[in-house]
Structures are given as C-alpha cells and as structure tokens.
C-alpha cells in the first residue's frame, strides 16, 4: 500500500496568520481527499483534491478558507487561512483505491491556534 | 438523522472476550462499507472492508452486513488489552466517506 507523510507534524500558530499543510504519496494516486478531525470528534470530510482543477469542497467549507492545491499526482497541500482557535483540529490527508473505495491515511497535522 | 450512526460507548469488555460494535447508516444505496481503528493521537488505521450481505472473517475481526437493516457491525474475538482504540465505521455516500461518531473500547486485563 502507498506511503504518505504529511509536514508539518504539528503546529502551534497565531490568530489570522495562514498555515500550509503538505500530503506526500510514494506512488500516483487519482483519489486524494482531505479531512478535519475536532477534539473528541469523528472525521468530516473537506474537500476532494482534483489534479489539475479546483477542489470540491463539501457543505461548510469554502475555498477562501482552505484554498487546495494537487499539481500532480503523488502531492496536494491544505492551506487553512485567516486561523482562528476553532480551527484548532487534526488535518488529515487520505488517498483513495477507486476499485473498492477504500481510504488510507496520512499521519495527520494537529493544529493548535491561539 | 445522521448519515452514520454508532454508540459512541465507551466499550469495556474483559480480555479474552468478544466486543460487539455496531453501526447504522441511513442512505440505503450506499454499497461500500469498512471499520477503521483509531489509537489516541494516530491516524485511523483501516481493519476491514466489507460490500455485501453476510460475514466477513479476518482474523480476530469479523464484520457483518445487513443491508435490509441498513445495518453493519464488527466483532473482535478474544479481544487483547492492545485493542483498547476508538472504532470508526465508514460508509460510502455519494461517492464520499461518511464517518460515525466513533465507539471507545476499553479491553480490561
């Protein structure tokens, strides 16, 4: 199975500064996704990362907010802007097997904002 | 009504025996189905995939479908202190992953 790491681990960031999170995949993936866990909660699904063309965003998030890039096939990045503490969570990157829709996880990114 | 539903738990079930987890879902076209564990402070981690009626055994770990009941579960047999983790059931809506609440167990020595 692919191996993906994600940077930064952690981070710890003031209010209304911008954090960009990397996804790294050892082998071309088509399906990469990106999630938000909160403290205590389940994951919820951001957006798709299209190669090649904008994300798709789920019902909540915008693009102004986490503007995404995926410029090939094994890398996408997750930009979360204008930082306020509720957006202190884990951000995880995931890429997908289109033939039995499994997922696979990335480490994850624990954000924390003051 | 949540797309994915699970009692949130906690779970606590002595060593050796089975844990029962269960999980409902409410869109009865979805077809795809799996159970993720989650260790506090890691990534879930995938444990089982299942796509149509019956069991599934891998291992220790055995998942049932019901689509009728729109209903899936996952059972651990002889559970081991190591399996102590949060539980996420995934279910796939509209071509995206739709997670539960999650369920805690707690495997007692």
């Known amino acids: 199975s692919a191996v993906i790491s994600q940077k930064p681990s952690r981070d710890i960031c003031q209010r209304g500064t911008s954090l960009t999170i990397q996804c790294q995949v050892d082998s071309q993936v088509t399906m990469m996704f990106w999630y938000r866990q909160q403290p205590g909660q389940s994951l919820t699904l951001i957006a798709t990362?299209?190669?090649?063309?904008?994300?798709?965003?789920e019902s909540g998030f915008v693009i102004d907010k986490f503007p995404i890039s995926r410029p090939n096939l094994t890398f996408s990045t997750l930009t979360v802007s204008n930082m306020s503490p509720e957006d202190s969570s884990i951000y995880l990157c995931s890429v997908g097997v289109i033939r039995t829709d499994e997922q696979f996880f990335g480490p994850g990114t624990r954000l924390t904002v003051l | 009504q949540k797309e994915v539903e699970q009692n949130s738990g906690p779970l606590s079930v002595p060593e050796g025996a089975i844990a029962s987890l269960n999980c409902t879902y409410s869109?009865?076209?979805?077809?795809?189905f799996f159970w993720y564990r989650q260790y506090s402070g890691k990534s879930p981690e995938l444990i089982m995939s299942?796509?149509?009626?019956g069991d599934k055994e891998d291992g220790r770990f055995t998942a049932q479908l019901n689509k009728a009941s729109q209903y899936v579960s996952l059972l651990i047999r002889d559970s081991q202190p190591s399996d102590s983790a949060t539980y996420l059931c995934a279910v796939i809506n509209n071509n995206d992953m739709r997670f539960g609440a999650g369920t805690r167990l707690t495997v007692k020595p």
């Open positions: 869109d009865r076209v979805s077809q795809s």
């Open positions: 299942i796509y149509s009626n």
């Open positions: 990362a299209n190669q090649g063309s904008e994300a798709t965003y």
